[in-house]
């Protein structure tokens, strides 16, 4: 009880929370996914954020069909903002990620940080059956 009580003094000391908040606060700011969304297609996952945190975020993000991880996206980390605290203002910043989904069916992108999992953002999309290729001749 006592090793409980110390790990949550401990975990709760960096005054870090990423799920509670003033609205307007979110760290993630808009989730998109670019290109044909037919099967094979190139896509780009486009994740907005705004930094204010005196800490460096860990961020991952994932194809799901469902609840099932179908691959990862990516990762990244945002460097922590000097001097950064919940009123500082926050700094705006983008990463992209190249991926590829083979089969049809919805799926979600999905991007959260480790350090608080309830601090996510989801974008579903559905995708289509490619077209085969022709060939000439034959």
Known sequence: MIA??????????CGVDF???KPGTEFFK???VNGTTTAGAP?????????????D??????LRQGSSLVKPIGTQ???LLSGGSPTATPVAG???FEFNV?????????????ADQNNYIIRQFTVRAGTAPTTAGG
């Open 57 to 62: 975020v860990a961020v991952t993000c994932e």
């Open 4 to 13: 409980l009580l110390l790990a949550t003094l401990v975990l709760s000391g």
């Open 94 to 96: 983008s990463y992209s």
């Open 77 to 79: 980390t945002v460097p």
């Open 30 to 32: 808009s989730l998109k």
């Open 102 to 114: 083979e089969k049809p069916g919805t799926y979600k992108a999905e991007c959260y940080t480790p």
């Open 19 to 21: 799920s509670s908040g």
């Open 43 to 55: 896509l780009t996952l486009v994740l907005a954020y705004a930094q204010n945190n005196p800490v």
